[in-house]
């Protein structure tokens, strides 16, 4: 099994601040996945990253895939209600087949 | 915006009764998925589907524990007997391309 494990379990901020949420493994990964659930709902997909080195941006949330392709972050530029949520990355290890993390509660507060 | 269908959304049984899930994917994707996640913790892949055939079921629990997708477009997943570890949120996922998932609202099942 391909171990992701992230960091924080939770964070909880006030609105406006800054935050990041860190996924580390042992294993490589042929592309990384960030999503965002909601409570009582599935997760909905962020970003994909699939090069290693690579940076993406989404409006507020800056996404890194490490040089090795084994580790990623997620960082919120000025956070608001509604980004609180459950943040989970997954790696895919084999052909579309994932490997979640715990996942990181995150929580603004206006 | 197509969208993955499950349901029911909740369902609450007592230990030893059958229960069952129904997936709808989003129209022409080929690969579904089933998860379950135990609160506090990210998604398991259960089973995966290519079109009809299981590609991989090694983390579904065979003895109790089935899933089937006969025409390659729903799919249905299901547990008898439910014990009361099967307390989970139940995903469904679909995908075209299998590097992208779409995840549908999921299942709580809760077992008394």
């Known amino acids: 099994t391909q171990l992701l494990e992230q960091s924080p379990q939770f964070l909880s901020i006030q609105e406006g601040e800054n935050l990041t949420v860190y996924c580390n493994s042992s294993s490589v990964f042929s592309s990384l996945q960030w999503y965002r659930q909601e409570p009582g709902e599935g997760p909905v997909l962020l970003v994909t990253v699939v090069t290693g080195g690579e940076v993406k941006k989404l409006k507020r949330l800056t996404f890194q895939f490490g040089d090795a392709r084994k580790d990623s972050s997620l960082h919120i530029t000025a956070a608001q209600p509604g980004d609180t949520g459950l943040y989970l990355c997954?790696?895919?290890?084999?052909?579309?087949?994932?490997?979640f993390g715990a996942g990181t509660q995150v929580v603004v507060t206006p | 915006e197509a969208e993955v269908a499950q349901s029911p959304r909740y369902k609450i049984t007592e230990k030893s009764q059958a229960v069952a899930f129904w997936c709808d994917p989003i129209?022409?994707?080929?690969?579904l998925y089933w998860y379950r996640q135990i609160l506090g913790q990210g998604p398991e892949l259960l089973v995966q589907f290519q079109d009809e055939s299981v590609v991989d079921d090694s983390q579904l629990p065979k003895d109790r524990f089935s899933a089937e997708r006969l025409k390659g477009v729903d799919s249905t997943l299901k547990i008898q007997p439910a014990e009361l570890g099967d307390s989970a949120m139940y995903l469904c996922a679909s995908s075209r391309d299998s590097m992208t998932q779409y995840f549908g609202p999921g299942t709580r099942l809760l077992v008394l």
């Open positions: 997954a790696g895919d290890y084999s052909w579309g087949k994932l490997q």
């Open positions: 129209s022409g994707h080929a690969t």
